[in-house]
C-alpha cells in the first residue's frame, strides 16, 4: 500500500527555520507532480509549493522568497526548506503526491496525514 509519511514539524521562534521531509512509502511505477499544502481548522487547505516531475516549482504568494521545496527522484522524496518562519505560517502542512502505483494504473491523488509547524515567540 502506497503512503506519504511526512516529518519535520515542530515549533520554532519567528525568524527560524524549519525543512519538511515527505517519504513515499511502498512501490510505485512513477510520480508526476508533489508539493505541500496547509490547512488551519475551519479554513479550506491552500496551496504551499509545489514542483513538477522534472524540478519546475511553483510557490504560493504568502511564501515566495523565504520557502524552497525540492525532490528526490530517486528516493521519491519531496522536501521543503522553510527561512524566515513567521506566526502566520502556523498550520497543519500536507504533503501531496499524483501517483501512477503500476504502469496500467490511472494516476491518483495521494496524501499524507499532516505535520502540526507552529511559529510562536
Known amino acids: 500500500q502506497v503512503q506519504l509519511v511526512e516529518s519535520g514539524g515542530g515549533s520554532v521562534q519567528p525568524g527560524g527555520s524549519l525543512r519538511l521531509t515527505c517519504a513515499t512509502s511502498?512501490?510505485?511505477?512513477?510520480?508526476?507532480?508533489m508539493g505541500w499544502y496547509r490547512q488551519a481548522p475551519g479554513k479550506q487547505r491552500d496551496l504551499v509549493a509545489t514542483?513538477?516531475?522534472?524540478?519546475?516549482?511553483n510557490y504560493g504568494d504568502s511564501v515566495k522568497g523565504r520557502f524552497s521545496i525540492s525532490r528526490d527522484n530517486a528516493k521519491n522524496t519531496v522536501y521543503l526548506q522553510m527561512n524566515s518562519l513567521k506566526p502566520e505560517d502556523t498550520d497543519v502542512y500536507y504533503c501531496n503526491a499524483l501517483i501512477r502505483v503500476r504502469a496500467n494504473w490511472n494516476f491518483q491523488n495521494y496524501w499524507g496525514q499532516g505535520t502540526q509547524v507552529t511559529v510562536s515567540s
Open positions: 514542483i513538477t516531475s522534472n524540478g519546475s516549482p
Open positions: 511502498g512501490s510505485v511505477f512513477t510520480i508526476a507532480g
